[in-house]
């Protein structure tokens, strides 16, 4: 097969190592490259050698360019919502309104101050998972293989690549063949094919075979000085941005035709135009979720943190809010269901063959430096037999890894000058490159069903001359205990409203045992799903439904799987850790990489587990669900509290003649205001026991008959505050009732909205108590203290404000809203 030219061996890069130009190093032949870096591939470097290449080199990474601070900073000055408050500060300079101006000013300088400094928050949340999520290698370091983090590889160190590893910097491929992705750095899709001696770049992607090769070059020294990063940056379209455009389009075209109300009946009253411009802006301006961004910062960095304690990265925004609406997860066997810690429990050895025959020919199929669970099992058992000091005595000459298709291992090693073959893998694959006979082939399989049926899984050990037929000399039972705990948090989820689904590539009989173990008893055949799906669709969903999940699964079925779920109307989560696992990981909306996957398969999926089993898998759905009801409870509190404020001001105006506040105490109420509802993002929720939903009409209906409500009970207010205490003839003590109105109704609204149930059911967060406490001392003590705009009132008339609202809100108002959701929204009250 024809070789794909390789432009590191065309081009010369700048950088220099040992004193070496690097086109000597990508253009020499192996022994020479390995004599310039001083390094031997069977040793690999001394500890203290990569300390002083680290010192001349430094770490394998990039460093990022960032933006100056500065600048980050300046452009919160730049957008729809800043540009209204600096229209309204030019207004205010014009008009001589000194005290709006301030407020105005202030506002948006505390705006972007709090917006830069939760960005900067979000920023370092980031960070932090990039430290604990980074695409490791597997390096040889004084005769000993281990995986470290690829960032500290230096020149010299001997990695080995498999199927499904990002190439961790510019390496030499020493041993080995294999086809390479380098679609991500030069934008060709068709693979590359590599042997000893070619260039394997950094951020590539192993597809097929395995080698070992020497590392070149390091970090932005690499020819395409890329950092291969598992975080992914870019922001995905999240279902909130849609259902908050809805509603922000319904807020603008209310609050437009309230105030096109209002500036019709004020040019009939002659009402100057620019002394009712800025209220204008202000109120428009008030239909714009402005603390939206920074509540959802906040809360999804404190959702990350709290999730990354409990071993859960989360490696793209829409992750967690996906997994609240999740109600399928797809799971495999290894590493989630069961402990991942595979060993031999049995030997049966065939023909003339004994145990340790069966056990040294299976220890030959297998490679240590894979790092791979059932080559390790191998291993282990002929260390403990001592059969493993006779491969020291053993030369190997290939070796073909095991490969989703082929379903085995295998190897050619040369003994006492004869070249022996051995091989390892699914009894049946074995069995046909043996070519034994049907009746031998079903002898096999009913020892195979024997260990299937204690959920043992078996391969079969064959060898043979090199060019010779090859003889099955034994078969091998592993097994992988079921965690402890699987049970349990299976049922857990199930609570929650999320049905499992156990994929596994082990045969039925040992599919059945472990699920009937963790409580999935209904496992099926893959075969059987791909022969319904070609019949009617209501079948396959049928199927689904019946089914706790499915045995003999191939990689790539996942991704069908997933495909079908969707297709039936499913949130679907799935779990998995090979390289032919990505494309399901992409597709479902909820990608879980297990802990020991490749680092490709981190790379596609949304949240990485850093603990096997399925405990932080709970956590995850249960802190989608809480940020889910966090944003809600933002929701329903911005749209009762937009109609509160504009037709409040609207109405009293057709009614009063009057503007029954000021654009100064508008502001000044959002601006005490906007910092309750961003401590929502830290509020004590209780996580719903089912999946959540963004079809959220019924609160939406809710949240405006809340808000009608309350315009009405503060009309109500302010009609006694007219016709009792004066206001008709005070425009400043006017301007100060309405302010503590809407004030009052702005915190005891918070402690409503925020519980589906009555509002004493759950305790607000310490941070949410503090807020609303604080902007009612501060709002009250303003006004008490008279400021420019805003009269001192009574003190009996702040206290009756107070009483009415707290009443208003927390009474009749949450009465109404456990009413109204368990007639609109029942599945909540359950």
């Known amino acids: 097969?024809?070789?794909?030219?390789?432009?590191?061996?065309?081009?010369?890069?700048?950088?220099?190592?040992?004193?070496?130009?690097?086109?000597?190093?990508?253009?020499?032949?192996?022994?020479?490259?390995?004599?310039?870096?001083?390094?031997?591939?069977?040793?690999?470097?001394?500890?203290?050698?990569v300390d002083i290449r680290r010192k001349e080199n430094g770490y394998n990474e990039v460093p990022e360019q960032q933006g100056h601070p500065a600048l980050r900073f300046l452009v919160k000055f730049w957008g729809v919502s800043a540009w209204m408050l600096e229209l309204i500060m030019v207004l205010s300079a014009v008009l001589r309104k000194y005290p709006d101006l301030a407020v105005v000013s202030t506002l948006l300088v505390v705006n972007a101050v709090v917006s830069f400094m939760q960005e900067r928050r979000a920023a370092g949340v980031v960070e932090t998972l990039r430290r604990r999520l980074q695409v490791s290698a597997r390096v040889l370091r004084e005769a000993t293989w281990q995986v470290i983090p690829a960032r500290e590889l230096v020149p010299g160190d001997i990695v080995r690549v498999r199927p499904g590893d990002i190439i961790p910097a510019d390496v030499k491929l020493l041993t080995g063949t294999m086809s390479i992705d380098q679609s991500a750095l030069t934008g060709e899709s068709k693979d590359a094919e590599k042997a000893s001696g070619d260039v394997l770049s950094s951020g590539s992607i192993v597809r097929r075979g395995e080698g070992n090769g020497v590392v070149m070059l390091t970090g932005a020294k690499t020819y395409f000085g890329r950092t291969t990063e598992l975080v992914q940056q870019a922001r995905p379209k999240l279902h909130i941005d849609a259902v908050m455009a809805k509603v922000v389009r319904w807020l603008f075209l209310t609050v437009g035709a309230l105030l096109g109300m209002v500036v019709v009946i004020s040019f009939l009253r002659h009402t100057p135009f620019l002394e009712m411009v800025p209220?204008?802006?202000?109120?428009?301006?008030?239909?714009?979720?402005?603390?939206?961004?920074?509540?959802?910062?906040?809360?999804?960095?404190?959702?990350?943190?709290?999730?990354?304690?409990?071993?859960?990265?989360?490696?793209?925004?829409?992750?967690?809010?996906?997994?609240?609406?999740?109600?399928?997860?797809?799971?495999?066997?290894?590493?989630?269901?069961?402990?991942?810690?595979?060993?031999?429990?049995?030997?049966?050895?065939?023909?003339?063959?004994?145990?340790?025959?069966?056990?040294?020919?299976?220890?030959?199929?297998s490679q240590e430096a894979n790092q791979d669970p059932i080559d390790f099992a191998v291993l282990a058992a002929a260390k403990e037999r001592h059969i493993f000091d006779n491969l020291a005595k053993i030369r190997p000459v290939s070796f073909a890894p095991f490969d989703a298709k082929n379903r085995r291992t295998e190897a050619v090693v040369e003994q006492n000058g004869q070249r022996l073959r051995v091989m390892k893998g699914a009894m049946r694959t074995v069995a046909e490159v043996c070519r034994l006979q049907p009746s031998a082939i079903e002898a096999l399989e009913a020892r195979v069903s024997e260990s299937a049926a204690k959920g043992y899984r078996t391969l079969a050990v064959a060898r043979g001359p090199e060019t010779g037929a090859l003889a099955v000399v034994g078969l091998v039972t592993l097994y992988d205990p079921p965690r402890p705990d699987a049970k349990q948090l299976i049922a857990e989820l199930l609570e929650l409203g999320v049905s499992v689904k156990l994929l596994t590539g082990d045969a039925l009989p040992v599919a059945c045992e472990i699920g009937q173990g963790v409580g999935l008893p209904d496992i099926r055949r893959m075969a059987d799903l791909k022969a319904v799906s070609v019949q009617a669709s209501h079948k396959t969903a049928d199927f689904f439904a019946g089914a706790n999940g499915f045995a003999e699964v191939f990689p790539?079925?996942?991704?069908?799987?997933?495909?079908?779920?969707?297709?039936?109307?499913?949130?679907?989560?799935?779990?998995g850790d090979g390289v032919n696992d990505a494309p399901a990981l992409r597709q479902a909306e909820v990608g879980i990489a297990v802990s020991a996957a490749t680092d490709v398969a981190k790379g596609a999926a949304s949240v990485v587990l850093t603990e096997p089993g399925l405990t932080n898998i709970v956590a995850l759905v249960e802190q989608g669900r809480t940020i889910y009801q966090r944003i809600l409870t933002y929701i329903i509190n911005k749209i009762s509290r937009t109609i509160l404020k504009t037709a409040f001001v609207a109405i009293a105006f057709v009614v009063t003649g009057k503007f029954v506040m000021s654009a100064f105490a508008m502001l000044l109420l959002i601006f005490i205001t906007d910092f309750a509802k961003i401590?929502?993002?830290?509020?004590?929720?209780?996580?719903?026991?089912?999946?959540?939903?963004?079809?959220?009409?019924?609160?939406?209906?809710?949240?405006?008959?809340?808000?009608?409500?309350?315009?009405?009970?503060?009309?109500?207010?302010?009609?006694?505050?007219?016709?009792?205490?004066?206001?008709?003839?005070?425009?400043?003590?006017?301007?100060?009732?309405?302010?503590?109105?809407?004030?009052?109704?702005?915190?005891?609204?918070?402690?409503s909205a925020r519980e589906r149930h009555w509002f004493w059911a759950t305790m607000p967060s310490k941070l949410i108590v503090i807020a609303a406490v604080m902007e009612v001392l501060v709002g009250t003590i303003l006004t008490c203290a008279g400021i420019p705009g805003l009269a001192p009132l009574p003190w009996w008339q702040p206290l009756t404000i107070f009483v009415y609202a707290m009443i208003s809100c927390l009474v009749v108002n949450d009465a109404v809203k456990v009413v109204m959701i368990k007639r609109l929204v029942p599945a909540v009250m359950a």
């Open 679 to 751: 401590s929502l993002a830290t509020d004590r929720v209780r996580p719903s026991k089912k999946p959540e939903t963004w079809n959220i009409g019924g609160f939406i209906t809710v949240s405006v008959v809340l808000g009608a409500l309350m315009v009405a009970e503060a009309l109500l207010l302010l009609w006694i505050g007219w016709s009792r205490f004066g206001l008709a003839m005070n425009d400043t003590a006017l301007y100060t009732f309405s302010f503590l109105t809407l004030l009052y109704y702005a915190a005891f609204s918070i402690v």
């Open 556 to 575: 790539e079925d996942k991704y069908i799987v997933v495909k079908h779920l969707q297709a039936t109307g499913h949130v679907t989560g799935m779990t």
């Open 1 to 49: 097969m024809r070789k794909t030219p390789n432009k590191l061996e065309a081009e010369p890069a700048s950088a220099k190592l040992a004193n070496t130009k690097p086109l000597d190093i990508t253009s020499a032949s192996v022994p020479d490259t390995l004599a310039t870096l001083k390094v031997n591939p069977d040793i690999g470097l001394a500890h203290a050698d």
């Open 279 to 365: 209220l204008m802006l202000i109120l428009f301006m008030s239909a714009i979720p402005l603390s939206l961004p920074v509540m959802f910062t906040v809360s999804m960095a404190v959702g990350s943190k709290e999730l990354a304690k409990r071993g859960v990265l989360v490696t793209r925004l829409s992750a967690a809010e996906d997994a609240a609406t999740m109600d399928v997860l797809c799971v495999d066997k290894t590493g989630t269901i069961t402990m991942n810690q595979l060993a031999v429990t049995g030997v049966i050895p065939l023909e003339q063959a004994t145990e340790a025959d069966v056990l040294f020919a299976g220890a030959l199929a």
